[in-house]
């Protein structure tokens, strides 16, 4: 990870280690969380607790991996090895890259595809965005996450959100603010496991005390929205994005989208003039309002599912059922980890972008000189 300005106090135990461990928890996640015990070893970056400046690198070491030291080796086979050992796979799960990769890079075993494909990369998006969080944390931003439905089954929205939103949920079984709707959604979750079958669902991401001003109107690659979106989407089986309002938006007439202008002394990361309502999410034009930044993603239900879909055996074309491989039955409540990961690295380097700063000292004395100038710049000719 490059870009961390030095001096940020930094220890993977206390600022990585446990999100790592929230990206494994969640009702209906299987065995690999029971195997696993994710943590980060530090091999650069960091000196006596602080942060050099230099690129952070870190190792998560993959407990299972001395399992699969015949089928993944980089070495070719020996000539008399089990074909069995190689763990090959010839029928591709409807959903997953396993079809797609193997046509693309031209391979016949799909273990080629999978393991690459495999959500387990998200283990470092979400140990990079730890860091990211931690130093956004050290400017007063917070990133938390929350499950708003799974399946058919949607929480009723909160009238405020905690201002500790993780310590809030983190606690629950599938990290719902609804009480009786996390209760019905456990219960889905575990019919759904019965069945052999697998579900999705929404989780929403929010950020509190970003400045107004972080990204742009500019250009289009510049677009705060449009960075934001791109990073979730980008995590394996998100399916949509919103931001504020999103979808309903567009069902409802301006005059109950857009968000009134007031004055707002109280709020100096607005540049004291504020918003009514939030209904954007905390972004207008592609640049930041100062209020918080709401971003959904809806995530598909796991591509495998222990009651096979039909498939095609990629070694003659015949019909077959999909293979099975060890998966969840709902990451929904991990993937709101991981979209608070890709959420907090794009907020810290459209916060670099716009302070710059080679040390967190530097960095805060921008920060500062910004919202101190918003606060006097008042009103009138300029």
């Known amino acids: 990870m490059e870009g961390v300005p030095a001096g940020l106090p930094l220890a993977m135990e206390t600022d990585v280690d446990p999100e790592l461990a929230r ?91 999978l393991e690459r494909a495999s959500a387990r990369e ?19 931003v917070k990133v938390g996450s929350h499950v708003v439905s799974i399946g058919d089954i949607a929480a009723q929205p909160a009238g405020s959100l905690p201002e500790d939103l993780n310590a809030a949920v983190d606690g629950d079984a599938v990290r719902c603010l609804d009480p009786e709707a996390s209760a019905r959604m456990t219960a889905a979750i575990d019919r759904a496991k019965e069945d052999g079958d697998t579900l999705g669902g929404v989780f929403e991401v929010v950020a509190t005390g970003v400045p107004v001003g972080l990204g742009s109107y500019v250009s289009w690659d510049t677009k705060l929205d449009g960075r934001l979106a791109g990073a979730m989407m980008s995590i394996q ?13 567009a069902r409802r007439p301006g005059s109950q989208v857009h968000d009134p202008i007031e004055t707002a002394p109280d709020k100096p990361r607005t540049g004291s003039i504020g918003r009514a309502s939030n209904r954007a999410g905390g972004l207008e034009g592609g640049v930041t309002t100062g209020e918080p930044l709401v971003v959904r993603g809806a995530m598909k239900p796991i591509s495998t599912l222990r009651r096979r879909l039909p498939s095609v055996d990629l070694r003659d074309g015949s019909a077959a059922d999909a293979a099975f491989e060890r998966s969840d039955v709902c990451a929904v409540p991990a993937a709101g980890v991981v979209g608070e990961a890709m ?15 080679d040390s967190m000292g530097e960095l805060k004395r921008n920060l500062d000189g910004y919202l101190d100038y918003l606060g006097r710049r008042g009103f009138g000719e300029r």
Request: with cysteine.
């Open 343 to 357: 959420v907090a690295l794009v907020l810290a380097d459209a916060l670099l972008e716009k302070f710059g700063g």
């Open 122 to 140: 998200t283990a470092a998006r979400v140990a990079c965005g730890a860091i990211a969080k931690r130093m956004l944390a050290e400017v007063g």
């Open 237 to 249: 089986a998100i399916k949509g994005v919103e931001i504020g309002l999103g979808f309903e938006g």
């Open 23 to 113: 990206r494994q928890g969640g009702h209906g996640r299987g065995r690999r969380m029971q195997i696993e015990t994710d943590k980060a070893d530090l091999l650069s970056g960091v000196r006596l607790g602080e942060t050099l400046g230099s690129p952070i690198s870190l190792v998560i070491w993959n407990k299972d991996s001395e399992n699969w030291t015949t089928a993944m080796s980089a070495l070719p086979p020996e000539s008399d090895v089990n074909p069995k050992a190689l763990r090959s796979l010839y029928l591709p799960r409807p959903g997953h890259a396993d079809l797609v990769g193997v046509l693309k890079y031209d391979r016949r075993d799909a273990r080629d595809v």
